[in-house]
């Protein structure tokens, strides 16, 4: 292959990287050993050129490779220390997936940090970088569980298209995979609630908001003086159950807005307080 064509596919494949990284798309069948193999191919091509190469195109090609090469130890020796896993979840509805990177580490007490990547094929992921989730463990209160277990893999559940919600041993913890619709963030869903929070408690009927798929209509009967939350999703696949509920109310202690005083159970977690 000529030379300035391998160069010219080299400085192509580390533009792409770069320009993903900075957008937060990964490859994820790189993430295990991070930028290594990139960065082997760096120095296994400008190895080859420096070699077929003139005296002084072989001092530029050497003087790449000096470069390279202690950059791949320090990055080699940052993965040996951190030490992270991969898990996969797939959705049951095969239109996307969710990869978890976690690592721990322990000083007196543990500390585990969740990274999740979106996606659709399991060769790129796009990194949800405003939902990672990161929760202390104090050395006398560890439940003997691993650093799955803590955030509860195993009894993952998609409660709609876009959204798995973990029952973590610190309480539930859902992480979003796609924007409720578009434009809306999920500092303006946490605003929706509250706004209709506030029509229920002032017996305004007929407002509505959809939360993971469930439609919430707030009702008032002006003849008996009673108003109450219907709880409705598309051909009844909700996570909630059809039925009326009492209130939403923000718990604190459970990290949740919860619809209480429902038909079929007292509360469902509807949503995170932090949009966590």
Same mark, same amino acid.
């Given at each position: ?23 937060? #798309?990964? %490859?994820?069948? !790189?993430?295990? +050993?991070? /930028? ?9 091509? =400008? ?54 990177? #976690?690592? %721990?580490?322990? !000083?007196?007490? +543990?500390? /585990? ?9 399991? =060769? ?153």
């Amino acid at each position: 292959m000529n030379n300035k064509i391998a160069l010219w596919l080299l400085a192509g494949m580390d533009l792409l990287l770069v320009i993903m990284h900075m957008a937060g #798309y990964f %490859f994820l069948f !790189l993430k295990p +050993t991070g /930028y290594l193999i990139p960065l082997a191919a760096n120095v296994i091509v =400008l190895a080859v050129i420096a070699y077929r190469s003139s005296r002084r195109k072989k001092w530029g090609a050497a003087i790449g490779v000096t470069v390279i090469v202690p950059v791949m130890l320090l990055h080699g020796l940052m993965l040996l220390v951190k030490e992270n896993h991969f898990k996969k979840i797939e959705s049951p509805w095969n239109n996307q997936s969710v990869v978890i990177e #976690y690592r %721990f580490f322990s !000083l007196g007490e +543990t500390t /585990y940090q969740y990274h999740f990547y979106r996606t659709r094929f399991g =060769l790129i992921g796009k990194l949800l970088d405003d939902q990672s989730i990161t929760m202390v463990v104090q050395g006398t209160e560890h439940p003997g569980l691993d650093a799955e277990g803590i955030l509860g893999v195993d009894r993952a559940e998609w409660v709609t298209e876009s959204t798995v919600r973990f029952p973590a041993w610190k309480g539930m913890k859902e992480v979003h995979l796609g924007p409720f619709k578009p434009g809306q963030s999920v500092a303006d869903h946490t605003s929706d609630i509250v706004t209709f929070m506030k029509k229920a408690e002032m017996k305004e009927n007929g407002h509505i908001i959809v939360v993971n798929g469930n439609r919430l209509t707030t009702r008032y009967d002006e003849a008996t003086g009673e108003s109450w939350i219907d709880v409705t999703s598309e051909e009844d696949k909700g996570p909630i159950p059809r039925q009326q509920c009492n209130r939403i109310v923000p718990n604190e202690e459970r990290g949740y807005y919860m619809l209480e005083e429902c038909t079929h159970q007292w509360e469902y977690p509807l949503f995170p307080l932090s949009g966590d």
